[in-house]
C-alpha cells in the first residue's frame, strides 16, 4: 500500500484516539482509565498494517480490514472532535475490548508459525515520541525549553527530524539518550560570531555562495566527534535524526553565482543598518524565486535512506541552514569521504547547489511519519510525531514576514502529518544565531511555559496501555 494511502486511512484512528485522550483529560471521571485504554486498545489494533515476523514483514491490511469495518461501526455512535460523548464511549468500552481481544487471537492463530504475540502486544501498547523541529534561526533555541521538559517528565524522543537552526540543535538532543540541559549553556559560552561566520572569500563547491560562511566544524566539533577525532556520522547517534536539505537542479539556478554572494553584506550593515528590511526583502525575493518554479528545487532529506546515514551530521546541519544570499556552508576539505557522498547525492539527485532545508520542509513532519511507518525506526510503527515551529507567521514581527510566509508554505502540508503542533509565540530574534546565556535562559523559560500546556497529554498518549486480557475480561 502507497504511504498516501495508508495516511489516508491511519489519520482518523489516530485523531481518534488523541480526541479520546484529550476529552478524558478535560473531563476526569467521565472515562475512566480502563475504559479509554480498552477503547485505544481497540483503536491501536485496527491500526496495525505490518509488522516484523520470521522471514520479513507481515503484513496485516487484508486480515484486519474486517475489524476496521466493525470497529468504525461502533464508533460512529460516539462522535468524534469536540462532540465525542464520553458516555457512550464508557458504556461501549468493554464489548470493543472484547471483540478486539477476538480479532487478536484469530489473528495470532492465522499466523501462529511467524508472528510473535509479544511483538504484537508490544506494537499496540508501546507508542514512541518522534520530534519535528523546524528552523528560523534565533527562534529555535525555545525548542531547549521543550528538550528539558521532556527529560522532567521522562519521555526520550526515538526520532528527530529537524531542518536549519532546529537541525543543530535537534543534534545535541540525537547525541545522548538522556538531555543534559547544562552541556548546551557550555556550547552557548563557548560560542562568538567570530568562531561561527567568516567574511573571506573561499571557494564554492557544493552550496550556494553568500556573504556570510558557516564554520561549523571549529566551534562545534568536539561535540559531534568519536573518542579518536573523527567526526560523527548519522549511524554514530544515539538518536537516530532526518535533516532537510533543500537542492538546486542542475541549470536550473535563475541568477549567477555571484548575484546571491552580494545580496546581504554584513560590511555594508554595519555601517548602514537601517538597510537591513530591504537586503532581507532581496532575500525573500531571491528564495521566493527559487520556489516560483517547482522543478528548481529538489527536497532532500539526509539519514532517510540507509546509505545517506554516513554522511557527516555537522556537515549535513550545516548545508540544512545555508540560507540563500545570506548564510554560505561548503565542504572543502581536501580528501574527505563527504566529498564521495556529495557526489552521489548530487548525481541521483541532478544537483548543482544545496541550500537551507526550510525552503521546502521546514518542520519535516511528513518525513518523520514516513521514515516511521516505513519500519526504520527498528520495525515499530506506533509513534506520536510532535512538531514544533518557532517561525510561524506574526504580524509582530513584520521585518521577518516575508521569510516566514515562504517557510509556512510547505510547514503547512507537513504538519498534516504531525499528531500534535506546538507554535511558539514568544521566541528570540531569528538574527540571535549567537544568543548570550541569558537570552538562551530566557528561551528556555519560554519554551518550558508553552509547551507546558501538552505535557499532560503527550505523557498520557505516550504511557504504555495495559495488557488486554484483564480490560477485555467479562465485568
Known amino acids: 500500500m502507497l504511504l498516501r494511502e495508508r495516511f489516508r486511512r491511519l489519520k482518523p484512528l489516530e485523531d481518534l484516539e488523541i480526541d479520546l485522550v484529550r476529552a478524558s483529560l478535560a473531563h476526569p471521571g467521565a472515562l475512566p482509565q480502563p475504559a479509554e485504554a480498552a477503547l485505544r486498545w481497540a483503536v491501536g489494533l485496527a491500526r496495525l498494517h505490518t509488522l516484523p515476523a520470521d522471514g520479513g514483514d507481515l503484513h496485516l491490511d487484508a486480515d484486519l480490514e474486517p475489524w476496521r469495518e466493525e470497529l468504525g461501526r461502533h464508533l460512529e455512535a460516539i462522535g468524534a472532535g469536540r462532540s465525542l460523548d464520553l458516555r457512550r464511549a464508557a458504556a461501549l468500552a468493554p464489548h470493543l475490548a472484547a471483540r478486539a481481544r477476538a480479532a487478536r487471537d484469530a489473528l495470532l492463530r492465522r499466523h501462529a508459525d511467524r508472528l510473535d504475540p509479544d511483538t504484537l502486544d508490544r506494537e499496540v501498547r508501546h507508542k514512541r515520541l518522534v520530534l519535528a523541529l523546524g528552523g528560523g534561526g534565533g527562534v529555535s533555541y525555545v525548542y531547549l525549553g521543550a528538550f528539558a521538559l521532556l527529560e522532567e517528565w521522562g519521555i526520550t524522543p526515538r526520532l528527530i527530524a529537524a531542518t536549519s537552526m532546529g537541525a543543530i540543535l535537534g543534534l545535541f538532543r540525537a547525541r545522548t539518550l538522556a538531555y543534559d540541559a547544562g552541556e548546551i549553556f557550555g556550547v552557548v559560552r563557548s560560542l562568538t560570531w567570530g568562531k561561527l561566520f567568516r567574511l573571506l572569500r573561499t571557494e564554492s563547491r557544493y552550496g550556494l555562495p553568500a556573504a556570510l560562511r558557516l564554520y561549523l566544524r571549529g566551534p562545534l566539533g568536539r561535540w559531534a566527534s568519536r573518542e579518536d577525532g573523527t567526526p560523527w556520522t548519522f549511524r554514530d547517534l544515539p538518536i537516530p535524526m532526518i535533516v532537510t536539505l533543500s537542492g538546486i537542479r542542475r541549470g536550473m539556478l535563475p541568477r549567477p553565482l555571484s548575484f546571491y554572494e552580494g545580496l546581504l553584506d554584513p560590511r555594508i550593515l554595519a555601517r548602514r543598518p537601517w538597510l537591513l528590511r530591504a537586503r532581507l526583502e532581496a532575500v525573500a525575493q531571491a528564495t521566493a524565486e527559487l520556489l516560483a518554479r517547482p522543478q528548481i528545487l529538489r527536497r532532500i532529506h539526509v539519514g532517510y535512506e540507509d546509505w545517506t546515514r554516513d554522511f557527516d551530521v555537522l556537515d549535513t546541519v550545516g548545508f540544512s541552514s545555508a540560507v540563500p544570499g545570506a548564510i554560505h556552508y561548503d565542504v572543502l576539505r581536501p580528501r574527505d569521504p563527504m566529498h ?98 541569558e537570552n538562551v535562559m530566557q528561551a528556555v523559560k519560554r519554551g518550558r511555559a508553552e509547551l507546558a500546556a501538552d505535557m499532560p497529554l503527550l505523557a498520557r498518549l505516550l504511557e504504555p496501555l495495559p495488557p488486554l486480557e484483564p480490560l477485555a475480561a467479562p465485568a
Open 340 to 437: 564521495d557522498l556529495l557526489g552521489r547525492l548530487f548525481a541521483e539527485k541532478e544537483l548543482f547547489r544545496l541550500v537551507d532545508g526550510g525552503i521546502t520542509d521546514n518542520v519535516p513532519a511528513r518525513a518523520a511519519w514516513r521514515y516511521v511507518q516505513s519500519g526504520r525506526l527498528g520495525g515499530a510503527r506506533n509513534a506520536l510525531v510532535l512538531a514544533l515551529d518557532g517561525f510561524a507567521p506574526r504580524l509582530s514581527t513584520p521585518i521577518w514576514l516575508p521569510l516566514q510566509q515562504i517557510a509556512d508554505g510547505n510547514v503547512r502540508s507537513s504538519v498534516r502529518y504531525a499528531h500534535l503542533l506546538r507554535r511558539f509565540t514568544r521566541t528570540l530574534s531569528p538574527l540571535e544565531l549567537v544568543p548570550s546565556v
